[in-house]
């Protein structure tokens, strides 16, 4: 199990990197957001449908759906209507998503060279935007009929930039050198 890795291997590197002592200190992975915005289908209820089965194929959860908090005439939003689904996972299924990203679905990308290692955000959290849903193995390739974008975001402990970038490369996250 991917947990008992960040156990075993993860964790003492960690704490003799950053000279930490107590384990309590070792930063490590807290939730990981998965977001579908709707912006291309937001009247479209087959895209509403899709990005919902996606993402509780992906995920094994059901989607919350998100609302507009207020009306945009701009862009045609209405207050309340539906523009995104998300899910958030914690604990053993956070884990197994966790592994799963990094080890199947992020090779499956097309043209995949690493991940960018500026998108933390300055708190320790990192976001991941894929413009194809297809690179998850629950997603069968024969039965797509529209194609969208995920957003995932991995929340962790860490108090900085340097913390989680260090804890996600030891987990395996492929960031490119800067």
Same mark, same amino acid.
């Given at each position: 199990?991917?947990?008992?890795?960040?156990? %075993? $291997?993860?964790?003492?590197?960690?704490?003799?990197?950053?000279?930490? %002592?107590? +384990?309590?200190?070792?930063?490590?992975?807290?939730?990981?957001?998965?977001?579908?915005? !709707?912006?291309?289908? =937001?009247?479209? @209820?087959?895209?509403?449908?899709?990005?919902?089965?996606? #993402?509780?194929? +992906?995920?094994?959860?059901?989607?919350?759906?998100?609302?507009?908090?207020?009306?945009? @005439?701009?862009?045609?939003?209405?207050?309340?209507?539906?523009?995104?689904?998300?899910?958030? !996972?914690?604990?053993?299924?956070?884990? $197994?998503?966790?592994?799963?990203? +990094?080890?199947? %679905?992020?090779?499956?990308?097309? $043209?995949?060279?690493? #991940?960018?290692?500026? &998108?933390? $955000?300055?708190?320790?959290?990192?976001?991941?935007? !894929?413009?194809?849903? /297809? &690179?998850?193995?629950?997603?069968?390739?024969?039965? /797509?009929?529209?194609?969208?974008?995920?957003?995932?975001?991995? @929340? *962790?402990? @860490?108090?900085?930039?340097?913390? &989680?970038? %260090? #804890? !996600? *490369?030891?987990?395996?996250?492929? =960031?490119?050198? &800067?």
């Amino acid at each position: 199990m991917f947990k008992d890795f960040y156990k %075993s $291997d993860v964790v003492p590197k960690l704490k003799e990197e950053f000279g930490l %002592s107590n +384990i309590n200190e070792v930063p490590t992975v807290k939730m990981i957001t998965l977001n579908v915005g !709707l912006g291309p289908g =937001l009247k479209d @209820a087959r895209f509403i449908e899709t990005a919902e089965n996606t #993402l509780k194929r +992906i995920t094994g959860q059901q989607p919350v759906k998100t609302l507009a908090r207020k009306s945009v @005439a701009g862009f045609k939003i209405r207050e309340g209507l539906v523009v995104g689904m998300k899910v958030t !996972l914690r604990g053993k299924r956070m884990w $197994d998503f966790l592994e799963k990203l +990094i080890k199947v %679905s992020l090779p499956r990308v097309r $043209d995949f060279r690493g #991940l960018p290692p500026k &998108a933390f $955000d300055g708190q320790g959290n990192y976001s991941i935007g !894929l413009k194809e849903h /297809i &690179a998850f193995p629950e997603i069968p390739t024969d039965e /797509i009929e529209l194609i969208h974008g995920i957003q995932v975001t991995i @929340a *962790t402990t @860490a108090e900085n930039n340097e913390q &989680a970038k %260090s #804890l !996600l *490369t030891h987990l395996g996250l492929p =960031l490119k050198k &800067a």
